[in-house]
């Protein structure tokens, strides 16, 4: 599959099972900005007819800030954030302009478990899957050739070509968790 990053930078690599080196995805690795962002809603936006208000605006920055951009935000999660920039912004403005970003292109929602769907940036041409924590509910984004490489395998045994797909899996980290955003008692573990 296209846009892939080569799986041999060991800087930030993880070892697994047989000593192969898994590579969580890098922050630089997304290709849109905050500007972008406005920018592409804002398109959007005169084309549907609709306003390119300034509460809209905000939820956008606060959902592309790079400082945030790799967490895959809740509406309730990026509620938040919006509020603590701007308490004026209530929910249902929140909920709407995520909508908007979804419809735009700009953000796709996920199942990665929970009630909740989660968001993130959608970035044409790249390429990641997720694993989930199941004891604090942390996302990593990681990227694995070997998997990548076996999915073509089956599919075209089967007689398939692969447009598009989504993994997700769910564990448990061992006793030296180091997932950022891990929410487990530092003290339990």
Known sequence: ??????????????????GVLSRPRETEAYSVDVS???????????????KSTSQRRVVTEVFFDPDQIHGHPTVDE???RVRARDPKIGYATVYR????????????????GGRQTRYE???PGQHHDHLVCV????????????????????????GFSLS????????SPGPDCNVPGCERDVEAR
């Open 97 to 112: 302009t995520v909508k908007l970003l979804v419809d735009s292109g700009l953000v796709s929602p996920r199942n990665l």
């Open 1 to 18: 599959m296209a846009g892939r990053q080569d799986a041999t930078d060991e800087t930030h690599a993880v070892p697994l099972a047989d």
């Open 121 to 123: 940036v959608e970035d």
């Open 135 to 158: 004891d604090c509910g942390a996302v990593v984004e990681f990227e694995e050739e070997r998997i990548e490489e076996l999915q073509d395998e089956v599919a075209t045994r089967l």
């Open 36 to 50: 972008q962002a406005l920018e592409k809603l804002s398109e959007y936006l005169s084309k549907q007819g609709l």
């Open 78 to 80: 990026l509620y938040g």
């Open 164 to 171: 598009d797909h989504r993994m997700v899996l769910y564990g």
